[in-house]
T-cell receptor
Framework: AQSVTQLDSQVPVFEEAPVELRCNYS??????LFWYVQYPNQGLQLLLK??????LVKGINGFEAEFNKSQTSFHLRKPSVHISDTAEYFC?????????????FGTGTKLQVIP | EAQVTQNPRYLITVTGKKLTVTCSQN?????MSWYRQDPGLGLRQIYY???????DKGDVPEGYKVSRKEKRNFPLILESPSPNQTSLYFC???????????FGSGTRLTVV
């Protein structure tokens, strides 16, 4: 079975500073990887995904993530954050499990951008 | 506009009173899924469906039922709600799981 660990439950960062949100996963087979963002009182929105190919994946709103197979990590980065990036971010992994593409989510990281 | 629509957004009910949360998608997606979100626990899958009349249990199915009689609809049924089912619920759909899910806006359920 796969699992997802988001090491930080909260990350405060000043506006215009860079940020990295960490995600590690465990799985014995190949996985697909995702980051979602949840703004207050809204559902989750897909930020980016890694299916195959280049390990550096670019998403919406200036975010990017790097897949590192040897370290089983998929950390999310942004070089300069804005107030509007304040939200909760979820890492997720997906793999085939008994004929179904099962998705497992991490526990989330709350990004607080400080003016 | 492509979307997943859940209703109601907010619901307060009493223990034991049957309720249904509706979910509808207009993207012709095969996969649909229900999650509950609780502080510190992230999203946990309740039930999922790969197509019409094909449903299966997720990680926390106890106390819930679903049905998939039409491709677009995937209602969540709580036949005898209990306070431990107080949570934020999300419906989501996907063409297949590898392309990512589109989420509804959520239903905040309180069982007293």
């Amino acid at each position: 079975a796969q699992s997802v660990t988001q090491l930080d439950s909260q990350v405060p960062v000043f506006e215009e500073a860079p940020v990295e949100l960490r995600c590690n996963y465990s799985s014995s087979v190949s996985v697909y990887l995702f980051w979602y963002v949840q703004y207050p009182n809204q559902g989750l929105q897909l930020l980016l995904k890694y299916l195959s190919g280049s390990t550096l994946v670019k998403g919406i709103n200036g975010f990017e993530a790097e897949f590192n197979k040897s370290q089983t990590s998929f950390h999310l980065r942004k070089p300069s954050v804005h107030i509007s990036d304040t939200a909760e971010y979820f890492c997720a992994v997906s793999l085939w499990d008994g004929g179904y593409q099962k998705v497992t989510f991490g526990t989330g990281t709350k990004l607080q951008v400080i003016p | 506009e492509a979307q997943v629509t859940q209703n109601p957004r907010y619901l307060i009910t009493v223990t034991g009173k049957k309720l249904t949360v509706t979910c509808s998608q207009n993207m012709n997606h095969e996969y649909m899924s229900w999650y509950r979100q609780d502080p510190g626990l992230g999203l946990r899958q309740i039930y999922y469906s790969m197509n019409v009349e094909v449903t299966d249990k997720g990680d926390v199915p106890e106390g819930y039922k679903v049905s998939r009689k039409e491709k677009r609809n995937f209602p969540l049924i709580l036949e005898s709600p209990s306070p431990n089912q107080t949570s934020l619920y999300f419906c989501a759909s996907s063409r297949t799981g590898i392309y990512g899910y589109t989420f509804g806006s959520g239903t905040r359920l309180t069982v007293v």
